[in-house]
């Protein structure tokens, strides 16, 4: 008869439960250090090495002009359910909408245009370059772009990180415009706040502008650059690749609503 | 010459390597062989640096490549090309370009100058009269005579087929194994093709190694395969469902 197996160290109870709070930390601490060093290895050859401008530019238009259908619809809903309900509870409270378009202009700004257009550009072309990327690492494209000199940050990351940055700007501002249009028809059709009285800008600041800008800009660097990530991190078969899909979309919305809490905190202490 | 020492490789709990020894001589046609999954490909991946060791070496022409930097694999995969499995041309690209790629990657050279070399090396598959036409336009077989094409730009010295073969008509199949062969011959090219299709391996290899359960179970000459009597490696060659390989 066999002598039953000594109890190693590493087996008790409090090591397992070391382990199980430990493991998912130092997993979700290696994910950030990767993402980390490959921002910075996309900001090294952006800035020292030749950039692929027709690359940029049909990337562009793929971030771009392929997301309008679903920006100007999406947006165009929020603004007239934000404006209705924000309306309808105004007018239970205080019954004078004068101030109803001042205060969605700054609320577009401050928050609502560049956190939701980031979150859709995260569901639609953060898979997308995900799922591109990784077809590519697991179909050995990217061993091959490797052995042919061609590195596949530069190659295939600094792109698409030019041109999410550049188009994440560019739908946030075409998202306020969508949003705004769509809530004043709204207020104009139900609750007869006229287009001039609803277009008033008196409230809006350099401040609002400028946590726009910061929050765009963030986006537009970190959803490129996770989505990036989870491609080339994928392993396997198509199985891998749908993994990298659902990874892209997960930490683009996590870092999308983690950066937005920071850049909210910091503009409200500097900003506004 | 190259020569892999106790190399070992895991992912995870797997562990696909277990302390592999191998050599492969100069100007010569290797052909390493075992089951799906076996760590073949993973194997002949950490020559040219896409895949690094957990332990042992890797000795290319006496410098140990094991800890090189991605920077100076450059220089290793200038003189060691790689035909993968899937062929791997860019879709965006004519074949001429896919051919002409790492010529203008690895060297500073014109697009005229890298054109013309490239249809040189088309010609030597035969496609050059089809130079301007995409990859999509082919078969599997087509695009893997271009893919020997653009690995043989650089006029490598050492060259690994990753399952060359696989997918393509028996004609094609054949073509490619005589390009292995005229490669061998002809320019003194040492090839390491992973395989297992049985009439490229007896057709085409000087050495056959098998790899099984993370260790090389055999390694020979064609003609050991043919009269060992290694349970698995009988079994692996003669293609039973049934004996004592662990699939």
Redesign the interface.
């Known amino acids: 008869m066999s002598a039953p197996a000594a109890q190693t160290p590493s087996s008790g109870p409090m090591s397992r439960s070391l382990a199980a709070v430990g493991g998912p930390l130092l997993m979700i601490g290696g994910e950030l250090r990767d993402i980390f060093r490959m921002l910075f290895l996309t900001l090294y050859y952006l800035f020292r090495k030749p950039v692929r401008w027709r690359a940029v530019v049909e990337q562009g238009y793929e971030i771009g002009n392929r997301s309008l259908v679903f920006v100007t619809l999406v947006l165009g809903f929020l603004g007239m359910i934000l404006i209705y309900q924000s309306a309808y509870q105004a007018q239970q409270i205080v019954g004078d909408l004068q101030l109803l378009g001042a205060l969605f202009l700054q609320l577009l700004f401050r928050e609502f245009a560049p956190t939701i257009t980031a979150l859709m550009i995260a569901t639609r072309v953060g898979t997308g370059i995900a799922a591109e990327v990784g077809s590519m690492v697991v ?3 990217v ?2 772009l ?6 596949p940050i530069q190659y295939l990351v600094v792109p698409r990180f030019v041109a999410g940055l550049v188009m994440t700007v560019v739908l946030s501002v075409f998202a306020v415009v969508v949003c705004f249009l769509a809530g004043m028809f709204v207020a104009d059709r139900l609750f007869d706040v006229s287009p001039t009285t609803f277009f008033n800008t008196t409230l809006l600041t350099w401040g609002d502008l400028i946590a726009f800008l910061m929050k765009a800009f963030a986006y537009g660097i970190a959803v490129p650059v996770i989505s990036a990530h989870a491609g080339l991190s994928a ?1 396997g078969g198509s199985e891998g690749v749908g993994a990298a899909t659902t990874k892209a979309v997960v930490n683009c919305s996590l870092a999308v609503v983690f950066l937005d809490f920071l850049l909210s905190g910091f503009a409200f202490v500097f900003l506004f | 010459m190259i020569e892999f020492l106790k190399v070992r490789k895991s ?1 995870g709990e797997k562990h696909v390597l277990r302390g592999v020894d191998l050599t492969v001589k100069a100007g010569e046609i290797m052909f390493i062989i075992g089951s799906s999954g076996a760590g073949k490909s993973v194997l002949v ?1 950490h020559l ?3 895949l690094r060791p957990d332990g042992g070496n890797i000795i290319l022409d006496g410098k140990d490549i094991t800890y090189l930097s ?1 920077r100076d694999f ?1 220089d290793v ?1 200038k003189r060691c ?2 035909v ?3 062929s ?1 041309l ?1 879709d965006s690209m004519t074949l001429l370009d896919n051919v002409a ?2 010529i203008r ?2 060297f500073s050279v014109s697009l005229e100058e890298a054109r013309r070399r490239a249809v040189e090396k088309l010609a030597l598959v035969g496609m050059e009269g089809q130079a301007d036409r995409y990859p999509a336009d082919f078969g599997d077989g087509m695009r893997k005579k271009v893919a020997i094409a653009r690995a043989l730009t650089l006029d490598p010295q050492f060259v690994i087929f990753d399952e060359p073969t696989t997918g393509i008509d028996p004609i094609s199949a054949a073509i490619v194994d005589n390009l292995i062969r005229d490669l061998s011959v002809n320019l003194g090219v040492t090839s390491i093709v992973v395989s297992h299709d049985l009439r490229s391996i007896f057709g085409v290899a000087d050495r056959i190694a098998m790899l099984y359960q993370g260790l090389f179970i055999l390694d020979g000459p064609p003609q050991l395969y043919r009269e060992t009597d290694h349970p698995i490696v009988r079994q692996f060659i003669d293609g039973q469902p049934d004996g004592p390989m662990e699939v």
């Not at chain 1, 490797?146 to 590195?151: E, L």
């Open positions: 179909t050995e494209q061993d091959a490797r052995m042919n000199n061609a590195d392993f | 992912f991946k040219v640096g896409l991605e450059y995969r090309a790689m993968f499995q899937n791997t860019f790629l790492p990657k690895h």
